[in-house]
C-alpha cells in the first residue's frame, strides 16, 4: 500500500514539475489551471500523511513554507560583481579599445543582453536539485531566500536532465522581475485593499522577496530571467552563448533579445534598435549589457575590484525622475470629466521635457497624498502621459498645500456633479454646450487616429473655438481660407495647406469615423470591431443594442453608449450635416480578408537570429498585423521558425522537433507575396 503511495507522491511530482515548465516556461500549457490545482491539492494531502515521501524539489514546495523570524546570510563561492556603466557610444567603443588593447587582437565578439530592470538573485543547484537561493546582498555575502524563491513558478526546483547527468554544482545567476501587467493588477488590487501601491516593478519585486512568510511571496507574480552563472562543477562551456543555451536546457528561462557573436559596430546598431522596442516589452529593462562571448577571453580580462573588465552596462536614460509640484490645475475633457493635473518644475526625463503629469482624479491624489509643493518622482513610458509615481514624504517642509476640486466648472462655471464609476468618484460638468469639452471634442474629432487634419493643432482649434468659428463637428468642414488667414499667428501659407489638408480628410473609412465621434467607452478598438460588422454607417446608426453586444469584444457600456449617442437627434443631425459637406465614409473590407487568406494568419511564429532586412520587432509587427502570435520559444506547436544570422538552439530545437523553417529570403517572400 505505502509502496503505491510512493509511486503516486513520484508520479504526481514529476506530472507537476513538467506541466509547470510547460506553463511558466515555455508558455505552452497542456492542462487547465484546475486540472493542475487539483493534482497539487492531491499531492500536498499525501505528503501531509507521509512527508517522508516528499523532497525539496516537490511541486508542493512551491506554495510557500512556515514564516522566518529573519534571514540568514550565506557568501557566495564567487562574489557577485556589478558593472560598469556606459552612457553613449564613446563609452562602449572605449571599453573595446582597453579589451583590444589587453588581449592584443581586434576580432573581438560579444553577447547583448537586456538590462533587467529587477533583483539580481543566485541559485544553488546541487546534483541538479535546488539547495540554496540568495540575494546579491553586498555581493560577497547575501541573504538566504530559499523558501520564497521555491514558489516562483518559472524557477526549476530540479534541472531538466537525468539525474546522473546533472552537474555536481550549478551556481545560477539572473535577475528576478515583475511584468508591467502583473505590476499594474498587483497595484490596482493593493489600492482596492488600502495598501500601499510599490513605485516600480523592480520595489515590488524586492519587497516580495524579502518576505520573511514564503506564503505572501507566493501570492506575488514574480518571474525570472538567467544570465549567468557563479561556481560550476562537473560542467563546462566555452562562451555566454553555449552556456546560456544550457541554462535554457535545464528549464530557465533565457531572454529571448539576447543577441550572440555580434562585432562592436553592431552591438551599437542593436542598442538603437533595443531602445526603440523597448517600450513594447512586457517587462522594464534598463539598458543593454555587453559581454565578451568568450569565456577564454573572459577569463584572460579578469576583474577589477567591484566590476569585471569583460563587461559592461550601456544605460537607457532614465524614465523616471524626482521634481516639484509647483501647481494643481484642472482640465476639462470632451466627456466633461475634470482632470487634476500637476504643474511641474520642467524636468527632462528620458530625453523629453515634462512639465504636467496626470493625476488622474481625485481619489488618486488622497491615496498618494499628494499636495501642492511636493517633490514628486514622476516617470513617463513612452507615448503615455507622464504620471506621478509618488511624492517623496521625507522631503516635506510643512508648507506643502491640500488640493481640493472646484465646484464650479473652471471653465463655464457650472455646478459640477460629483458621481461615482466603478469604484471611482468622478467629478463632472454637465453643461453640454461647455467650451472646454467642445474643444475638446474637436481635437480628437481632426485628431491623427481620427479624421488625420494635417495643420490643426490644438492651439488652432482652441482658437477657433474661442473665436466661435467652430461650434460642432460639421464647422470644421466649413472653414475657409480668408477667414483661416485673419487668425492671430496663421500665414496665408499655412491657412492654404490647411484647407487643403480638411479637403483631403473627407474621404475617411467607416472605422476612423467612428472613432472621431468621440462616443463614450467607444475607442480604437470598438470602432474596429463595429466597422468590421456592418457595411455602412447608415447600417451602424440602425443597429440594436442587442446586435452590437453580440460582437466580440464590444461590452454591453460600449454598446448602449453606440445606441444612445446614434438616437440622439442632435447627433443625428450633426451627422447629416457632414454628409451634405461631401463627407464620404468608405469600408474597405476586402483588406481583413486579404490578411485572414495570408499563410501565416493563426500561425504561431518564433523568429530567431538577426534579420539583415528588418529588425525583429519590425518583424514581429508586420506578422501580427497578419494575425500570427510570436512565441518566445519552441514547442511542438509552433508553426514557423524564422532563421535569421547567428539562430541558435531555437533553430536545432526546430530541427529536432521537425517545424517548418524559413530562412530570410524565403520569409519576406511570403510576408510580401507581391514582391518577387
Ligand atoms: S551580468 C559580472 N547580465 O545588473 C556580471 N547583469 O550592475 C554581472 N542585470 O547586479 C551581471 N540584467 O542585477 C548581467 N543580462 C544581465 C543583466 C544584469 C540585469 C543586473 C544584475 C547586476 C546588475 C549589474
Redesign the pocket.
Same mark, same amino acid.
Given at each position: 500500500m505505502s509502496k503505491e503511495i510512493k509511486k503516486e507522491a513520484k508520479k504526481l511530482q514529476k506530472e507537476l514539475t513538467a506541466h509547470s515548465y510547460r506553463y511558466h516556461v515555455l508558455d505552452d500549457p497542456v492542462i487547465s489551471d484546475l486540472e493542475y490545482d487539483y493534482m497539487l491539492k492531491t499531492l500536498v494531502e499525501i505528503e501531509e500523511e507521509f512527508p517522508e515521501y516528499s523532497s525539496p524539489d516537490s511541486p508542493t514546495k512551491r506554495v510557500g513554507a512556515p514564516p522566518l523570524s529573519s534571514f540568514s546570510q550565506a557568501v557566495h563561492s564567487i562574489p557577485?560583481?556589478?558593472?560598469d556603466n556606459a552612457f553613449d557610444d564613446k563609452d562602449v567603443l572605449d571599453f573595446h579599445k582597453r579589451i583590444v588593447k589587453k588581449l592584443n587582437r581586434e576580432d573581438i565578439l560579444y553577447t547583448v543582453?537586456?538590462?533587467?530592470d529587477g533583483v @539580481?538573485v543566485e541559485l544553488k543547484y546541487e546534483n541538479g536539485v535546488l539547495v540554496q537561493a540568495t540575494t546579491?546582498g553586498d555581493g560577497v555575502t547575501g541573504e538566504v531566500i530559499t523558501d520564497n524563491v521555491r514558489t516562483i513558478g518559472s524557477i526549476p526546483l530540479k534541472l531538466l536532465t537525468d539525474e546522473q547527468k546533472a552537474p555536481a554544482l550549478l551556481e545560477v545567476r539572473g535577475?528576478i522581475i515583475i511584468t508591467r501587467s502583473d505590476f499594474n493588477r498587483l497595484n490596482n488590487t493593493r489600492l482596492e485593499n488600502d495598501e500601499t501601491v510599490f513605485a516600480n516593478p523592480r520595489n515590488a519585486a524586492a519587497g516580495s522577496l524579502r518576505q520573511l512568510d514564503s506564503k505572501v511571496t507566493a501570492t506575488r507574480p514574480l518571474d525570472i530571467f538567467v544570465?549567468?552563472t557563479g561556481l560550476v562543477q562537473g560542467l563546462e562551456f566555452s562562451s555566454q552563448e553555449q552556456m546560456l543555451d544550457l541554462l535554457k536546457e535545464f528549464g530557465f528561462p533565457v531572454n529571448s533579445h539576447i543577441q550572440p557573436g555580434l562585432g562592436v559596430d553592431k552591438v551599437l546598431t542593436f542598442y538603437k534598435e533595443l531602445e526603440s522596442f523597448r517600450e513594447e516589452l512586457a517587462y522594464e529593462i534598463d539598458g543593454m549589457?555587453i559581454k565578451v562571448d568568450d569565456i577564454s577571453l573572459q577569463k584572460q580580462l579578469g576583474e577589477k575590484i567591484k566590476?569585471?573588465r569583460w @563587461?559592461i552596462?550601456y544605460k537607457f536614460p532614465a524614465m523616471q525622475k524626482t521634481t516639484t509640484i509647483k501647481d494643481i490645475i484642472v482640465q476639462v475633457g470632451r466627456t466633461g470629466v475634470l482632470t487634476p493635473v500637476a504643474i511641474l518644475e520642467s524636468v527632462n526625463i528620458g530625453g523629453v521635457m515634462v512639465s504636467r503629469a496626470t493625476l488622474h482624479n481625485e481619489d488618486l491624489i488622497k491615496k498618494k497624498d499628494i499636495r501642492i509643493k511636493d517633490k514628486a518622482l514622476v516617470m513617463r513610458a513612452g507615448d503615455v502621459i507622464p504620471k506621478v509615481v509618488k511624492i517623496i514624504e521625507s522631503e516635506r517642509k510643512g508648507n506643502e498645500t491640500l488640493f481640493a476640486m472646484p465646484v464650479q466648472c473652471p471653465v463655464c462655471q457650472s455646478q459640477i456633479v460629483k458621481t461615482k464609476l466603478k469604484d471611482t468618484h468622478i467629478h463632472k460638468c454637465v453643461n453640454a454646450s461647455c467650451q472646454a469639452q467642445l474643444k475638446e471634442k474637436i481635437k480628437h474629432f481632426v485628431s491623427k487616429k481620427a479624421f488625420n487634419i494635417e495643420g490643426l493643432g490644438k492651439k488652432i482649434v482652441d482658437q477657433l473655438v474661442d473665436e466661435g468659428m467652430i461650434q460642432s463637428f460639421c464647422d470644421v468642414f466649413r472653414l475657409e481660407m480668408e477667414k483661416l488667414a485673419d487668425l492671430d499667428r496663421m500665414a496665408e501659407k499655412s491657412a492654404t495647406n490647411l484647407v487643403e489638408s480638411i479637403k483631403k480628410s473627407k474621404k475617411i473609412s467607416l472605422r476612423r469615423f467612428l472613432f472621431a465621434l468621440g462616443i463614450d467607452h467607444a475607442g480604437e478598438n470598438a470602432a474596429k470591431l463595429i466597422s468590421e460588422q456592418f457595411s455602412t454607417l447608415e447600417e451602424v446608426m440602425g443597429t440594436s443594442e442587442e446586435t452590437l453586444k453580440g460582437i466580440k469584444g464590444i461590452g454591453s457600456e460600449t454598446a448602449t453608449a453606440v445606441c444612445k449617442f446614434f438616437s440622439n437627434i442632435e447627433n443625428r443631425t450633426i451627422i447629416k450635416n457632414i454628409d451634405s459637406y461631401g463627407v464620404l465614409i468608405t469600408n474597405k473590407q476586402p483588406l481583413s480578408n486579404e490578411f485572414l487568406d495570408h499563410l501565416f494568419n493563426k500561425k504561431r511564429i518564433v523568429l530567431t537570429g538577426t534579420l539583415e532586412t528588418m529588425p525583429r520587432s519590425e518583424a514581429k509587427r508586420q506578422l501580427e498585423k497578419l494575425g500570427a502570435s510570436i512565441t518566445s520559444s519552441v514547442s511542438s506547436k509552433t508553426d514557423f521558425v524564422v532563421a535569421g544570422e547567428k539562430a541558435g538552439s531555437k533553430l536545432t530545437k526546430a530541427q529536432t522537433l521537425g517545424i517548418e523553417i524559413l530562412e530570410e529570403k524565403q520569409f519576406i517572400k511570403l510576408l510580401n507575396p507581391d514582391i518577387s
Open positions: 557577485m560583481l556589478s558593472l543582453e537586456p538590462k533587467l @539580481a546579491r535577475e544570465y549567468g549589457v566590476s569585471p @563587461a552596462a
